[in-house]
């Protein structure tokens, strides 16, 4: 393992705190679910242990290898561990995964309809969205892997019947993810009562991977928003575009 420093883990950890919260404060993560975030340089991931999720604080995050052993933090670790391990194993440009059980998403997973990208929040899932499809807890390594055949390269999966995996470049793209594919599936089903959703054409938009690894007017809005950090605090780590730059530029953003 790789000599990761204290001030490296501890920011992981405060970060992944915060995602719990805002999930929960935007009624994508309830009772139960968890975010994971890779350690830099190492085959080692970080999670909140399996009690309700808007406990946790930075002392009780567990540090857990990709065969799903704990190696420090109080745990106990989520039974769905296996869906971390599985996509990390495979998803070698993911660094975070959240699992939970939004409501709208479960019912998009439920019913034989495609989200169509029919606004610019649901053209982040362009690219499709795949459907696991069995409701069964993901708690073994073979599940896992399965799950993690079914989202291939895709920023989300629906388990039919259970809940939704996200993937992102960062905990707070990641969790974007989620948060996009929660307000995408309620409007399309709001739609789906008077017309049919019909894609828009955004051909000039860059990849959502890109914007997510840098999501510097969202997940600030949602810091504030929920009272996460000091306005100031948001504001000093704020790294906007260049003055000048179109957000369809890829290459304006900062890495």
């Known amino acids: ?42 085959d080692m991931f970080l999670i909140n242990p399996r009690y309700a999720p808007n406990l946790a604080e930075v002392d009780d995050i567990c540090l857990v290898t990709l065969d799903g052993q704990r190696v420090d933090g109080p745990g106990p670790i989520p039974g769905e561990t296996p869906i971390h391990t599985g996509i990390f194993k495979r998803r070698p440009e993911v660094e975070s995964v959240v699992h939970c059980h939004p409501r709208n998403a479960v019912i998009m997973g439920c019913i034989d309809v495609n989200l169509v990208p029919f606004n610019i929040m649901a053209n982040t899932f362009r690219r499709g969205l795949p459907v696991y ?91 504030q928003k929920h009272h996460v950090r000091p306005r100031d605090a948001i504001k000093a780590d704020l790294r906007p575009p260049p003055e000048g730059s179109r957000s369809r530029d890829a290459t304006s953003r900062p890495a």
């Open 1 to 42: 393992m790789a000599d990761v420093s204290k001030t490296i883990i501890d920011d992981l950890k405060k970060r992944l705190v915060e995602g719990l919260y805002v999930l929960a404060e935007e009624d994508v993560l309830g009772a139960m679910g968890h975010i994971s975030v890779r350690v830099p340089g190492t």
């Open 133 to 223: 499809p069995e409701a069964h807890q993901v708690d073994t390594p073979e599940r896992g892997d399965a799950l993690a055949i079914a989202l291939g390269d895709h920023l989300a999966v629906l388990q039919r019947g259970h809940g939704i995996a996200s993937v992102g470049p960062s905990i707070e793209g990641c969790c974007l993810v989620s948060i996009r594919l929660e307000q995408s599936c309620r409007d399309q089903l709001e739609v789906m009562k008077f017309s049919k959703p019909e894609p828009v054409s955004d051909n000039e938009s860059p990849d959502p991977w890109v914007g997510l690894k840098n999501p510097y007017r969202e997940w600030p809005f949602l810091l």
